[in-house]
Nanobody, 124 residues
Framework: QVELVESGGGLVQAGGSLRLSCAAS????????MGWFRQAPGKEREFVAA????????LYADSVTGRFTISRDNAKNSVYLQMNSLNAEDTAVYYC?????????????????WGQGTQVTVSS
């Protein structure tokens, strides 16, 4: 079992950048595929990015491709989401998630563990 805690959210102007962090405790994060999801007010939670255990495979939602970068540091038991060129549509609560399935996963129902989320607000 693993516990996930996100940090790094906040208020940023459109065009700005934020870096989200997800710190894991318990079982080592290198045994999990990791993902980031987000949920905007009144909308369903959606996939943002995922990374395989050894970082060989990354997946991105079309809406963030070229702007967001997912990475992981297994030695620090952490996963990151670098977000650049933010716009108002990126405003949401961002969640870190872990799955024991191999390979990067887009489907949120494949993920077993979730953090509590961190709010990202982009002002236009």
């Amino acid at each position: 079992q693993v516990e996930l805690v996100e940090s790094g959210g906040g208020l940023v102007q459109a065009g700005g950048s934020l870096r989200l962090s997800c710190a894991a405790s318990g079982r080592m994060v290198n045994t999990y595929t990791m993902g980031w999801f987000r949920q905007a007010p009144g909308k369903e939670r959606e996939f943002v990015a995922a990374i395989s255990r050894g970082s060989s495979t990354t997946l991105y939602a079309d809406s963030v491709t070229g702007r967001f970068t997912i990475s992981r540091d297994n030695a620090k038991n952490s996963v990151y989401l670098q977000m650049n060129s933010l716009n108002a549509e990126d405003t949401a609560v961002y969640y870190c998630a872990a799955t024991s399935r191999f390979g990067a996963q887009r489907n949120q129902y494949e993920y077993d563990y979730w953090g509590q989320g961190t709010q990202v607000t982009v002002s236009s």
